[in-house]
Nanobody, 127 residues
Framework: LVQLVESGGSSVQSGGSLRLSCEGTDPSWSSYCLAWFRQVSGKEREGVAVLGIDEKATYVDSVKGRFTISRGTNKHTVYLDMNNLIPEDTAMYYC?????????????????????WGQGTQVTVSS
């Protein structure tokens, strides 16, 4: 199973930007559906962005137009570029992956469908 390691979390002020990175150890990393989730203590893990092997990206409504998910040119890294951050974006952010095809559209933001997870990186946005 692919190992995932996130980095890039930090504390920023509202309106700021951050780039989260997630590196995968599997040589066939480019053949995974990749996703970013976030979780606030006491709440369920929420899907934020998903990137298929066809490079099709899907976003939760609350981040559309502000966040961008992409693969690195070396294909071993997936990024989450976050702009115009707001306090409601404060959470632990997790990278997730599932081999080959992304879950069906109705389940694409469901954490239960993803097989591999990173340890998380904290993002804190202050007003």
């Amino acid at each position: 199973l692919v190992q995932l390691v996130e980095s890039g979390g930090s504390s920023v002020q509202s309106g700021g930007s951050l780039r989260l990175s997630c590196e995968g150890t599997d040589p066939s990393w480019s053949s995974y559906c990749l996703a970013w989730f976030r979780q606030v203590s006491g709440k369920e893990r929420e899907g934020v962005a998903v990137l298929g092997i066809d490079e099709k990206a899907t976003y939760v409504d609350s981040v559309k137009g502000r966040f961008t998910i992409s693969r690195g040119t070396n294909k071993h890294t997936v990024y989450l570029d976050m702009n115009n951050l707001i306090p409601e974006d404060t959470a632990m952010y997790y990278c997730a992956a599932v081999p080959l095809h992304c879950p069906p559209p109705l389940n694409i933001m469901s954490s239960a469908w993803y097989h591999a997870w990173g340890q998380g990186t904290q993002v804190t946005v202050s007003s």
